[in-house]
């Protein structure tokens, strides 16, 4: 089964094997054109509505935002806030809102397997204000369990901070229950959704997330933009941690300052507005496909992976049993990065190393791992050259060398 | 050298390295490179006496040509002076950037002498040269 036109992305005409899609995703033709057309057609500023291409801009931007509300169920249009990444989103969240939401002593709840963005906002902010970063033991899988996480709340634990999809070992955390547990302990559910979002439908509003972080070009989308979901009640409380054009009312010499109201207020200078468009053509076009047939496609996919590369002795396997189309993996006795260039060599792009999650070394005891990454464009075939690849393994040194 | 000749050496000091595990005793000076474009990651640690690397001894975790080059380099660099030392890498820089060389002091490192057909990695051939620099350094500045 092959659920997409793949003449849909351009790249792929040049033969290669693409899997890397945890790091960036391809993007399709429709994406590249919705920017240059606003680059071609209607290039202007937003929110400057004296002249007709600038009302165009405008209307475009703000139209995408509405399509984000949509795409992930949230309440209003005014919860979505348009960053440069889920990076930028986590560090607006964190120094923004939590800086005055949390007071000395409170906990915050990590696991080890999260992204170096979910991570170290939260230890700078440890380092400023006296709280307690703590991380909630994973399985032997290296998979959240939800009696892991009961066992971890205290009543000093104000925030869970984790990912939907975690993006090496790649375990779906039960977000629904995880939020139920969260609230009824008061505690503020932030979910990382840079892996998850691209792969599987998402819903805020049925599981009840109060912030939701994501990248752009993890979804078919270009680079440089980002969502950051949040509460009504919550963005209200949140300061900008940037300032400058588009996002105040007006200000004195004095210091009299006045700044506009959500989500623009947390928008600081020109904003990235072809990005945005591209962004949301890549929503149209994933939307047309359904998010649904894309999780099912991938879940497949993964099994097929790994139903092949089981037979092969030479490869270690780390994650098989996850539900989303991450695979980390070794060959025996090879170091990950001489993997990688090995099958570099035969057009497959594969990432070695410890894909920013460092801290994960200290649960599975391997600092550096080949890591494939599924989407939706990949096919059966294209799993068959990998195995075939890793199967004829024994002249990877004469290949690299 | 023919192509199987540096296969050769690599694997057989990517397999077993002179000198891996560190000593972390007392006179040895230690630094570390992460290789910014990659994940490799060595330590290097040299016991340098009157202005000679008395001895040195490596540790970390690399891919195959970081691995056999800092291997190779140690077990060259053992009982020369810190200018010798600086000679040498002088020359293997030049190797791995196409610029004249002598071929006959870097023995060995001619394994690397086509590195630079693969740009993404002359970063791993260039680790321990980037490690022992450092370590120069500090003696230098120390005293």
Not at chain 1, 124 to 150: G, M, Q, S, V, W
Not at chain 1, 238 to 246: A, D, S, Y
Not at chain 2, 39 to 59: R, S
């Amino acid at each position: 089964m092959i659920i997409i036109n793949r003449e849909d992305f351009p790249i792929l005409n040049n033969d290669i094997i693409y899997f890397d899609n945890g790091a960036t995703t391809l993007k399709p033709k429709c994406v590249i054109e919705a920017m240059n057309d606003y680059y071609y057609k209607y290039c202007a500023n937003i929110h400057r509505g004296d002249y007709k291409i600038s009302l165009e801009a405008s209307n475009a931007y703000e139209e995408v935002r509405n399509k984000v509300k949509n795409f992930i169920n949230a309440k209003s249009s005014n919860e979505i806030v348009f960053t440069s990444g889920s990076t930028d989103s986590l560090n607006k969240i964190v120094f923004g809102f939590m800086m005055n939401y949390l007071n000395e002593g409170d906990e915050v709840l990590l696991t080890k397997s999260e992204h170096a963005s979910n991570v170290l906002p939260w230890l700078e902010l440890a380092k400023i204000k006296n709280i307690k970063i703590k991380y909630i033991p994973l399985n032997d899988n290296h998979e959240l369990t939800i009696k892991a996480l009961n066992d971890t709340i205290t009543d000093k634990t104000k925030v869970i901070s984790i990912a939907h999809i975690t993006n090496v070992v790649g375990d779906v955390r039960n977000i629904n229950l995880i939020s139920k547990i969260a609230h009824q302990h008061n505690i503020i559910l932030v979910v990382d959704g840079a892996q998850s979002v691209p792969h599987m439908k998402t819903d805020v509003t049925l599981d009840d997330i109060d912030f939701l972080t994501f990248s752009g070009h993890k979804m078919l989308g270009p680079t440089g933009v980002g969502v950051l979901y949040g509460k009504t009640k919550y963005l209200e409380k949140m300061v900008p941690i940037e300032f400058g054009g588009g996002m105040n009312q007006y200000f004195e010499v004095d210091g009299k300052v006045e700044y506009k109201s959500i989500p623009t207020k947390f928008e600081a200078g020109t904003p990235p507005i072809a990005e945005v468009i591209g962004l949301g053509a890549a929503i149209d076009y994933l939307q047309t496909i359904g998010m649904e047939k894309i999780y099912n496609y991938e879940k497949e996919l993964k099994k097929y992976l790994v139903s092949k590369l089981e037979k092969n002795p030479k490869v270690i396997l780390y994650n098989k049993s996850t539900d989303s189309g991450v695979l980390a993996f070794n060959l025996e006795g090879i170091f990950s990065q001489d993997t990688a260039i090995y099958l570099d060599h035969y057009n497959i792009c594969v990432r070695a190393g410890n894909h920013c999650a460092k801290i994960l070394k200290d649960e599975i005891n391997i600092k550096n791992t080949c890591r494939i990454s599924l989407y939706f464009y990949n096919t059966k075939e294209e799993i068959d050259k990998l195995v075939e690849v890793l199967e004829k393994s024994d002249d990877l040194f004469k290949v690299i060398l | 050298m023919d192509s199987e000749l540096k296969r050769e050496i690599i694997l057989d000091n990517y397999n077993s390295p002179f000198h891996k595990g560190l000593k972390n005793e007392k006179g040895y000076i230690k630094a570390n490179t992460n290789n910014e474009s990659c994940i490799d990651n060595i330590d290097i640690e040299l016991k340098i006496e009157n202005g000679k690397v008395v001895d040195a001894t490596f540790d970390g975790e690399a891919c195959a040509i970081s691995t056999s080059a800092t291997s190779i380099f140690l077990r060259k660099i053992i009982g020369k002076s810190v200018l010798e030392v600086k000679e040498l890498i002088k020359n293997y820089e030049n190797l791995i950037d196409e610029k004249p060389y002598d071929e006959e002091l870097l023995g060995e490192l001619m394994a690397y002498d086509t590195i630079y057909m693969q740009p993404n990695r002359k970063h791993c051939a260039l680790l321990p040269v980037d490690t022992i620099n450092k370590i120069l350094k500090e003696v230098e500045s120390g005293d």
